[in-house]
């Protein structure tokens, strides 16, 4: 079974442009989550989406940020316009119920120049 | 938010047991305690998880306290593939829905 996948792995952008990541989640995962990992800390959540709907995006900076999970199962993070500090890693992970374990992607590593 | 507090980082010899320990003094009576690990360069993997008794997996043990303000991820037999950074996670929940608060993690280093 294949696991979280995302795409692209690395991505190098100059500040004030855009940027999209794209995450597939595991088949059959109804719950997708969406991480801004800093170095040397811990994920962040920036957005959970039960099905279609995004049920917690507190955390998202909604100024320059959006994400869509159109039809419950992959999902776009797209940051518009790209900041030097949004430079970190972008994690996707699903889960197939509340208390289950999340399975997370290899990341997305985004450098703003 | 209750939150975590791990030690930065740790050594442990091969084929010993690495005992890592978090502190969650603020926990809730209903947040779980979770530990995920991270190696270089990969997303997290999920370990184990618990709310009051121990539990035990292939791939580790968990020990929370009567009190539930501590808890010790024990790998028991430590390999050089072990060596990760480790994050005690507790799962909140607050007004209808829940997150995860990851820390900073615990380094551990795998010696041969």
């Known amino acids: 079974e294949a696991g979280v996948v995302q795409s692209p792995r690395y991505k190098i952008i100059e500040k004030k442009q855009p940027v999209a990541f794209w995450c597939n989640p595991i088949s059959g995962h109804n719950t997708l989550y969406w991480y801004l990992q800093n170095l040397g800390q811990g994920p962040e959540l920036l957005i959970r989406y039960e099905n279609e709907e995004a049920v917690d995006d507190s955390q998202l900076p909604k100024d320059r940020f959006s994400a869509e999970r159109l039809k419950g199962v992959d999902s776009t993070l797209k940051i518009q316009p790209a900041e030097l500090g949004d430079s970190a890693v972008y994690l996707c992970a699903s889960s197939s119920g509340d208390y289950n374990e999340q399975f997370f992607g290899p990341g997305t590593r985004l450098t703003v120049l | 938010d209750a939150k975590t507090t791990q030690p930065t980082s740790m050594d442990c010899a091969e084929g010993r047991a690495a005992n890592l320990p978090c502190n969650h003094s603020?926990?809730?009576?209903?947040?779980?305690v979770y530990w995920y690990r991270q190696i270089h360069s990969q997303g997290p993997q999920y370990i184990i998880h618990g709310l009051k008794n121990n539990e035990t997996n292939e791939m580790a043990s968990l020990i929370i306290t009567e009190d539930r303000k501590s808890s010790t991820l024990i790998l028991p037999h430590a390999t050089l593939r072990d060596t990760a950074v480790y994050y005690c996670i507790v799962r909140v929940t607050s007004s209808g829905t829940y997150k995860y608060i990851f820390g900073t993690g615990t380094r551990l280093k795998v010696l041969a």
């Open positions: 603020t926990i809730s009576g209903n947040e779980y």
